[in-house]
C-alpha cells in the first residue's frame, strides 16, 4: 500500500539508528497521519496540540526534545515557529536524504 511506503521507509531507515526510541516513532507516525489527513502535503504546519493528541505524548518537555532530536538527526526538518497563531512546519525528508 503506498500510503505506508514513508513509514515503511522511516523504519527501515531506523533499524541500526540506537537513538531512536519508541517515543521517536510514535511521534513520527503522529506527523505522518497528520500530514495524510492534510492531504499528504509537505511541509505540514502543526501546533503541539495537534500532535500530542495523535502521538499520546502528553508532556510538552518531551514533545519538544523528540522533535528537534528527530530534526536533529536528520528524519524530518522542523522550523519552529515563535508564533502562537502559526504553527510550526515540518518537512519529511526522503529516506536518501537521511545521515545515519
Given at each position: 500500500?503506498?500510503?505506508l511506503?514513508?513509514?515503511?521507509?522511516?523504519?527501515?531507515?531506523?533499524?541500526?539508528?540506537?537513538?531512536?526510541?519508541?517515543?521517536?516513532?510514535?511521534?513520527?507516525a503522529?506527523?505522518?497521519?497528520?500530514?495524510?489527513?492534510?492531504?499528504?502535503?509537505?511541509?505540514?504546519?502543526?501546533?503541539?496540540?495537534?500532535?500530542?493528541?495523535?502521538?499520546?505524548?502528553?508532556?510538552?518537555?518531551?514533545?519538544?526534545?523528540?522533535?528537534?532530536?528527530?530534526?536533529?538527526?536528520?528524519?524530518?526538518?522542523?522550523?519552529?515557529?515563535?508564533?502562537?497563531?502559526?504553527?510550526?512546519?515540518?518537512?519529511?525528508?526522503?529516506?536518501?536524504?537521511?545521515?545515519?
Amino acid at each position: 500500500m503506498e500510503t505506508l511506503k514513508p513509514l515503511s521507509d522511516f523504519f527501515e531507515a531506523i533499524k541500526k539508528d540506537q537513538r531512536i526510541s519508541i517515543t521517536h516513532i510514535g511521534m513520527y507516525a503522529a506527523l505522518l497521519q497528520f500530514r495524510a489527513d492534510k492531504g499528504f502535503i509537505n511541509p505540514i504546519q502543526v501546533y503541539r496540540s495537534e500532535i500530542i493528541a495523535i502521538a499520546k505524548i502528553y508532556s510538552p518537555k518531551t514533545y519538544h526534545k523528540c522533535i528537534r532530536q528527530l530534526n536533529e538527526y536528520g528524519y524530518i526538518k522542523y522550523e519552529p515557529s515563535r508564533n502562537r497563531k502559526r504553527g510550526s512546519k515540518v518537512y519529511f525528508v526522503l529516506p536518501t536524504e537521511v545521515n545515519e
